[in-house]
């Protein structure tokens, strides 16, 4: 079992700055893959950006050159620096993990956290 806790989201303007955090604990030693979702309202969960357990990065094309994703293996955490944010960023962020284990794949989540950029 993996369980992940986000938390730095908020209410920022058009331009700012954010810095999520992501918390795993459990089987972290089966973790392969950590990336970050976003729903917004109305909308279907995307995909924002993963890391690989070898730091092999990847974004969506509406997040390249502002988001940077990176791991602290150190702390457990996992990061999302969000910079230049735009109104279309809003959105509840979910942590995602994907562990191999005896039957595994397992894909874990975490509760979500909101992020809301103004104009």
């Known amino acids: 079992q993996v369980q992940l806790v986000e938390s730095g989201g908020g209410l920022v303007q058009a331009g700012g700055s954010l810095r999520l955090s992501c918390a795993a604990s459990?089987?972290?030693?089966?973790?392969?893959?950590m990336g970050w979702y976003r729903q917004a309202p109305g909308k279907q969960r995307e995909l924002v950006a993963t890391?690989?357990?070898?730091?092999?990065?990847n974004y969506a094309n509406s997040v390249k050159g502002r988001f940077t994703i990176s791991i602290d293996n150190s702390k457990n955490t996992m990061y999302l620096q969000m910079n230049s944010l735009k109104v279309e960023d809003t959105a509840v962020y979910y942590c995602?993990?994907?562990?191999?284990?005896?039957?595994?794949?397992?894909?874990?989540w975490g509760q979500g956290t909101q992020v809301t950029v103004s104009s």
């Open positions: 995602n993990a994907i562990a191999v284990a005896g039957s595994g794949p397992f894909n874990y």
């Open positions: 459990g089987s972290i030693f089966s973790i392969k893959v």
């Open positions: 890391i690989t357990s070898d730091a092999a990065s």
